[in-house]
């Protein structure tokens, strides 16, 4: 059997978007057909039928209506899915055969922006990796605000899974024959969809590429940047079938100019999401937002993703933070113009897509009546930042007085309903407008004047698209119709409609009027897009200083609201925090009732604080309070401190928790010394360490000699020596502040009450000799049987173990124990490991003991005296 001519047309089209399920458009609804029907109907929670198609068997077939359409390409893109939007590109009526169909859009993850989620305050990325020999490209964009960057660095891998994570994009394109352990940990790790593509295939010219951006910018790349740049807009205008003039100025960037946080510091600093459930609640970024709009929520998460390095420039956005903290009536004047500020990003970016409606243009007119408030406002600055923005916010001033002259106040939705030019704007939209409105009230009175006429109270004059104006009368009263008044129309069981010449004449004036205003105003419409199309840069120009502008707000409101102050930064090397508290379990428990503390790190005797104390009693939170602190001063906010002195920082590291990559072959504790290694093989000594419990996933002596080697090279070797915290079970360790130098030994502080213990989360000079795990363990509810028991093992563990501690105390101080970075010299542990089974050997009771037993215990001691022959 031969394809009917819509099947024909229908694989013709899905054959060159295979990776895509395609909305094939019939009449009112997208149909799906075969695999893809048989994928939506799973999906979606779909009938699935059957239709004929010129094959032996049915197509499987499923449908959406398509003004319903929104919500179900969602569901598709939250699960991985492209869509290909195939519409009919030609009139049915004027159509000569199959009416003619195209794909007019390719909606993807990182394309899709979906009204319906909580979006606004994030930015959609979608990003392109090329690979160039020994160098990597990265491009990124934004389509919804015309956002676009590029950057290259040596081909790390660890360097480029930390700059996805911060840029933490929708999609990437990635080309075809990528290694596959890349491609993985893309995927799993960082839960990003992937598309492949062949990039030698790929690609557009410089030309094309200097066409949408600049000579300048483009000329200005390194080879790899301009090639990742090419690829990832050839995508965007493969999907988007058309060319987005809001993408219109290309940044290049370089890694180096802003803090290096990697993937694990984020997720542990909980930067701008928490580890519980990834959602913004519980995170810094939660603190912190305090924005009125949502470009300024787009520029604060920028902010914290990447804090400055350069100490100038975090200086000025301190000082801009500083006069609006301290001025409070220009603050306020500010924030309450600010609210009244729609996304002025995402509307240009629906006027370059050609996706904008009346409704849009009036939030648009809307926002920019606003601006010169705004602007008046920062007349008398007198940061520079503020200045800036003074001298750079353009009011645009013709564009508002446009929208304000030519859109309804209260236009339709629909661009194709009319209700969209205002009166006075166009000459001929009102002359169409009055025809329009005096022929609906001619019908109007026509009802009245009929019933006077004939008498029947019941008629009445109605109207349907079908049979446009009538008069109709029911079956009761045919008696008293006038004789040759009407002209038989339609007949329905109780009713009989009718029209008049008088009526069908107004009806084609009518209906005339109405259909020439809709495409006029249509028409008019876009052209008053064009216009302000035009107007892209500017708009875009000040969109991006309202989003600064507002960011700034919101961290003076911050301050303000949490009783932060404004932090020294220098670049001496030296962190001096006076009171210091973590912004987010501040918050969570309230104002006031945290414990602050002090803490002073440097390059000198204080580079390495080494932190005991019991689990639960907040070394943690310290920690992480801490690394905040630092980070906030250097996105230029003020900090939850009591006074703050703040190093630049170059990179943070953090070292926090437990996890495993089992799937990947990894265990705990071989994720803990991965990344340990790749803190010691990235950090500088302008970089922040935080390492909390390293060696606790192996034996106790395994892991104490790993811990001790760390500090040594930490603190030995030139090319490191970073500030670091460094919390530990180890008690054993303490004994390093006497012998390296810049090792420093601060606990927190316990109190015992009653044989219970009190946390006092109080950061104190001086190590901890116990860890009160036993006391945690109370806390929690286990049994007390088990906890009697526990401090019994525990006596007798510490009763068997003193001596050899001391003994370790003996060797360092009289071998003079010198540390060699080379080699990363170790405690040597085996002579513990003798004298622990010499004491086993003697308290073993042999008399009490059944033959089996002392066999077992035989072969046992045999086992372990073999192990250190």
């Known amino acids: 059997m031969a394809l009917t001519p819509m099947m024909i047309q229908y694989f013709d089209i899905k054959e060159k978007y295979k990776d895509c399920i395609l909305f094939y458009r019939l009449g009112d609804f997208y149909e799906m057909f075969f695999e893809d029907a048989k994928t939506a109907s799973k999906e979606l929670e779909l009938v699935l039928t059957g239709r004929d198609c010129g094959l032996d068997a049915k197509a499987p077939m499923c449908g959406i209506p398509y003004h319903a359409a929104a919500n179900y390409i969602s569901r598709l893109i939250a699960k991985g899915y492209k869509v290909a939007i195939c519409e009919q590109i030609e009139n049915p009526s004027a159509a000569k055969g199959i009416v003619k169909r195209d794909v007019i859009k390719v909606i993807t993850p990182g394309t899709y922006i979906d009204k319906n989620t909580t979006l606004e305050n994030s930015n959609i990325y979608l990003v392109c990796i090329y690979e160039d020999g020994n160098k990597i490209g990265i491009a990124s964009t934004d389509i919804s605000t015309g956002e676009f960057k590029t950057t290259s660095f040596t081909n790390i891998k660890t360097t480029l899974l930390d700059e996805l994570s911060k840029i933490a994009p929708k999609e990437i394109l990635i080309a075809e024959g990528t290694s596959k352990e890349l491609v993985k940990e893309i995927d799993e790790i960082l839960n990003l969809y992937v598309t492949e593509r062949n990039f030698s295939e790929f690609t557009i010219s410089d030309k094309e590429l200097i066409e949408q951006f600049s000579d300048a910018e483009v000329n200005s790349l390194d080879e790899t940047c301009k090639k990742a740049s090419k690829v990832l807009l050839k995508y965007i205008n493969e999907t988007q079938k058309i060319s987005l003039p809001n993408i219109n100025f290309l940044e290049h960037y370089d890694i180096i100019n802003y803090m290096t946080i990697d993937s694990n510091s984020r997720r542990n600093l909980e930067l701008t999401e928490s580890i519980r459930d990834k959602g913004k609640?519980?995170?810094?970024?939660?603190?912190?937002?305090?924005?009125?709009?949502?470009?300024?929520?787009?520029?604060?998460?920028?902010?914290?993703?990447?804090?400055?390095?350069?100490?100038?420039?975090?200086?000025?956005r301190l000082n801009g933070v500083e006069e609006l903290y301290n001025n409070l009536s220009l603050n306020e004047d500010i924030r309450s113009a600010l609210k009244e500020i729609y996304d002025m990003e995402r509307i240009v970016g629906k006027i370059s897509s050609v996706n904008v409606n009346g409704k849009d243009m009036v939030s648009l007119r809307s926002s920019l009546e606003k601006i010169p408030s705004i602007k008046e406002s920062l007349k008398e600055a007198s940061s520079n930042l503020l200045k800036e923005y003074y001298n750079d916010l353009d009011e645009l001033i013709d564009i508002k007085d446009l929208l304000k002259a030519s859109i309804l106040a209260d236009p339709s939705i629909a661009l194709k309903e009319g209700n969209i030019i205002n009166d006075g704007y166009n000459e001929e939209v009102d002359t169409l407008r009055q025809a329009k409105l005096h022929g609906k009230e001619w019908i109007a009175s026509l009802?009245?004047?009929?019933?006077?006429?004939?008498?029947?109270?019941?008629?009445?004059?109605?109207?349907?698209?079908?049979?446009?104006?009538?008069?109709?009368?029911?079956?009761?009263?045919?008696?008293?119709?006038?004789?040759?008044?009407?002209?038989?129309?339609?007949?329905?069981?109780?009713?009989?409609?009718?029209?008049?010449?008088?009526?069908?004449?107004?009806?084609?004036?009518?209906?005339?009027?109405?259909?020439?205003?809709?495409?006029?105003?249509?028409?008019?419409?876009?052209?008053?897009?064009?216009?302000?199309?035009?107007?892209?840069?500017?708009?875009?120009?000040?969109?991006?200083?309202?989003?600064?502008?507002?960011?700034?707000?919101?961290?003076?409101?911050?301050?303000?609201?949490?009783?932060?102050?404004?932090?020294?930064?220098?670049?001496?090397?030296?962190?001096?925090?006076?009171?210091?508290?973590?912004?987010?379990?501040?918050?969570?428990?309230?104002?006031?009732?945290?414990?602050?503390?002090?803490?002073?790190?440097?390059?000198?005797?204080?580079?390495?604080?080494?932190?005991?104390?019991?689990n639960m009693a907040g070394k943690s939170t310290y920690m992480r309070q801490v690394a905040l602190i630092t980070l906030m001063a250097q996105v230029g906010s003020f900090v939850p401190a009591k006074s703050a002195n703040i190093s630049v920082c170059d990179k943070i590291f953090t070292r926090i928790g437990a996890s495993d990559d089992l799937a990947g072959g990894k265990s705990t504790f071989m994720v803990e010394m991965w990344e340990v290694s790749n803190i010691l093989k990235n950090a500088t000594n302008k970089s922040f360490v935080l390492l909390d419990e390293v060696g606790r996933g192996t034996s106790t002596y395994d892991g104490l000699s790993i811990a001790w080697a760390v500090i040594e090279y930490i603190t030995h070797n030139k090319n490191l020596k970073c500030k670091t915290l460094f919390a530990t079970h180890y008690h054993e360790l303490t004994k390093l502040e006497d012998s390296i130098k810049g090792v420093k030994n601060y606990s927190v502080a316990v109190k015992e009450i009653?044989?219970?213990?009190?946390?006092?989360?109080?950061?104190?000079?001086?190590?901890?000799?116990?860890?009160?795990?036993?006391?945690?363990?109370?806390?929690?509810?286990?049994?007390?049987?088990l906890i009697n028991?526990?401090?019994?093992?525990?006596?007798?563990?510490?009763?068997?173990?003193?001596?050899?501690?001391?003994?370790?105390?003996?060797?360092?101080?009289?071998?003079?124990?010198?540390?060699?970075?080379?080699?990363?010299?170790?405690?040597?542990?085996?002579?513990?490991?003798?004298?622990?089974?010499?004491?086993?050997?003697?308290?073993?009771?042999?008399?009490?003991?059944?033959?089996?037993?002392?066999?077992?215990?035989?072969?046992?001691?045999?086992?372990?005296?073999?192990?250190?022959?």
């Open 789 to 869: 028991r526990a401090k019994e093992i525990l006596a007798s563990l510490e009763g068997d173990t003193k001596p050899y501690i001391e003994k370790t105390k003996d060797t360092i101080e009289t071998a003079q124990v010198k540390i060699q970075v080379e080699d990363s010299m170790q405690l040597d542990f085996t002579y513990m490991e003798k004298e622990s089974l010499l004491g086993d050997l003697a308290n073993c009771d042999v008399l009490n003991m059944t033959p089996m037993d002392a066999m077992n215990a035989l072969f046992k001691y045999i086992g372990e005296a073999k192990k250190l022959k």
């Open 754 to 785: 009653d044989d219970k213990v009190v946390f006092l989360r109080k950061i104190v000079e001086g190590g901890a000799d116990q860890s009160y795990g036993i006391e945690v363990a109370k806390l929690a509810g286990l049994p007390q049987e």
């Open 281 to 316: 609640k519980g995170s810094l970024l939660w603190v912190m937002d305090k924005t009125c709009t949502s470009m300024g929520g787009r520029s604060l998460r920028r902010w914290i993703d990447e804090p400055l390095i350069i100490k100038s420039e975090i200086d000025k």
């Open 447 to 614: 009802e009245n004047s009929e019933r006077e006429f004939t008498g029947i109270r019941s008629l009445k004059v109605g109207y349907n698209r079908v049979f446009g104006y009538y008069i109709e009368i029911s079956k009761s009263n045919y008696s008293s119709i006038p004789e040759g008044r009407y002209i038989r129309k339609q007949t329905l069981s109780n009713a009989e409609r009718y029209i008049t010449q008088e009526l069908k004449e107004m009806e084609e004036k009518i209906l005339g009027a109405e259909e020439k205003l809709i495409n006029l105003e249509y028409e008019l419409f876009q052209s008053i897009r064009k216009i302000v199309e035009d107007q892209i840069s500017r708009l875009k120009q000040s969109a991006r200083i309202i989003g600064n502008l507002d960011s700034l707000s919101a961290l003076a409101q911050i301050a303000l609201e949490n009783d932060y102050v404004k932090p020294s930064i220098n670049e001496e090397g030296f962190i001096d925090i006076k009171d210091g508290r973590h912004p987010v379990v501040e918050k969570v428990i309230g104002l006031g009732e945290f414990v602050s503390n002090d803490s002073l790190i440097n390059q000198e005797d204080n580079q390495l604080l080494l932190i005991t104390g019991p």
